[in-house]
């Protein structure tokens, strides 16, 4: 589905590839399944993750599946293009958390020549567009949008709901604290709870 990058140094073509959806929705998965091939085809990869998202390991890009592969947690974006210098592919990950700046970062990794595969939630809790990631969309070569299965009516899920009571919008959790849910079950449980404040 996608090109992979050439290995003639000369072709310095890079691109930006998005994978978005809700939590659960296997953008983790997909972002390890696309570095695994890079390493695979003996291209230089790494994986950075905003230091922030210590869930499941500092160290670590992990998918609720316990499915892992090793990354650099970074607190500034600017620093993925320090440590990036010799590198073919650059992903990644919860880049939702990262502030605005996350999206020149990527626009001069792919300049540059480099492939960037960039994986974040689309949306927040609220079901909003999350940070910066509708401008990754914008900038992307290639989006793709993964789903997860709602866990109300077993349907195609697109969204986030936070299950505990907390409004603030960055709030890290598992299965625990989220649920992924259809438009149609997001809806129906929003007005229930707009109801009962109401
Ligand atoms: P994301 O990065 O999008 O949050 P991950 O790649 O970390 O997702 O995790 C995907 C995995 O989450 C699935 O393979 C599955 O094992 C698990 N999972 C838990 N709840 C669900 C759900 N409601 N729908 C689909 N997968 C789920
Ligand atoms: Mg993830």
Same mark, same amino acid.
């Given at each position: *589905?996608?090109?992979?990058?050439s290995?003639?140094?000369?072709? /310095?073509?890079?691109?930006?590839?998005? $994978?978005?959806?809700? *939590?659960?929705?296997?953008?983790?998965?997909?972002? $390890?399944?696309?570095i695994?091939? @890079?390493?695979?085809?003996?291209?230089?990869? /790494? +994986?950075?993750?905003? /230091?922030?998202?210590?869930?499941?390991?500092?160290?670590?890009?992990?998918? %609720?599946? #316990?499915?892992s592969?090793?990354?650099?947690? +970074?607190?500034?974006?600017?620093?993925?293009?320090?440590?990036?210098?010799?590198?073919?592919?650059?992903?990644?990950?919860?880049?939702?958390?990262?502030?605005?700046?996350?999206?020149?970062?990527?626009? =001069?990794? #792919?300049?540059?020549?480099?492939? @960037?595969?960039?994986?974040?939630?689309?949306?927040?809790?609220?079901? /909003?567009?999350?940070?910066?990631?509708?401008?990754?969309?914008?900038?992307? =070569?290639?989006?793709?949008?993964? %789903?997860?299965?709602?866990?109300?009516?077993?349907?195609? #899920?697109?969204?986030? %709901?936070?299950?505990?009571?907390?409004?603030e919008?960055?709030l890290?959790?598992?299965?625990?604290?989220?649920?992924?849910?259809?438009?149609?079950?997001f809806?129906?449980?929003?007005?229930?709870?707009?109801?009962?404040?109401?």
């Open positions: *589905m996608f090109l992979e990058r290995v003639n140094k000369s072709d /310095k073509t890079g691109w930006i590839e998005v $994978i978005c959806g809700s *939590m659960f929705s296997g953008k983790t998965e997909e972002l $390890i399944r696309r695994r091939r @890079v390493k695979l085809a003996k291209q230089k990869a /790494k +994986v950075f993750k905003p /230091k922030d998202d210590t869930r499941y390991s500092k160290k670590k890009v992990t998918s %609720h599946d #316990a499915n592969i090793k990354s650099k947690p +970074v607190n500034n974006p600017s620093k993925i293009i320090k440590l990036s210098k010799n590198i073919d592919v650059v992903g990644i990950d919860e880049a939702q958390f990262f502030d605005d700046t996350i999206v020149d970062v990527c626009n =001069e990794l #792919a300049n540059s020549g480099k492939r @960037v595969i960039v994986a974040g939630l689309d949306m927040d809790y609220q079901g /909003k567009p999350f940070g910066p990631i509708p401008y990754l969309l914008a900038i992307a =070569e290639y989006v793709t949008k993964v %789903h997860a299965v709602c866990t109300k009516t077993g349907k195609m #899920a697109s969204y986030t %709901h936070r299950i505990v009571d907390n409004d919008l960055i890290l959790g598992d299965v625990k604290k989220y649920e992924a849910l259809s438009r149609k079950a809806n129906r449980l929003n007005n229930l709870l707009q109801s009962k404040k109401d």
